[in-house]
Nanobody
Framework: QVQLVESGGGLVLPGGSLRLSCAASGFSFSIHTMSWYRQAPGKERELVATISSGGGTTNYADSIKGRFAISRDNAKKTVYLQMNSLKPEDTAVYYC????????????WGQGTQVTVSS
């Protein structure tokens, strides 16, 4: 069965760091583009970062550019989001997403992990 399990969320002070992990199983991880999304209360889900199946291409939302870094380890079937210089505006539930590189481009989603940035 397909699983995406996020971990690493929690409460952190402004300016602090967290590293999120998403462990994948049950599908061909190495042919899926992986992304992190987030959703804050009252807001739409936002694409945060994307990494290509081979790890060679990354894209970031302007709001986090220069502060976050996405990476993946295809051998471990895991994608990471290193979050530095965290701001209260980063508070959200963070979701892991997998999208197959070939049609049909079905999406798989994790259940999310809460990140709270507060003093």
């Amino acid at each position: 069965q397909v699983q995406l399990v996020e971990s690493g969320g929690g409460l952190v002070l402004p300016g602090g760091s967290l590293r999120l992990s998403c462990a994948a199983s049950g599908f061909s991880f190495s042919i899926h583009t992986m992304s992190w999304y987030r959703q804050a209360p009252g807001k739409e889900r936002e694409l945060v970062a994307t990494i290509s199946s081979g790890g060679g291409t990354t894209n970031y939302a302007d709001s986090i550019k220069g502060r976050f870094a996405i990476s993946r380890d295809n051998a471990k079937k895991t994608v990471y989001l290193q979050m530095n210089s965290l701001k209260p505006e980063d508070t959200a539930v963070y979701y892991c997403n997998a999208r197959r590189d070939y049609y049909p481009t079905r999406d798989y989603w994790g259940q999310g992990t809460q990140v709270t940035v507060s003093s």
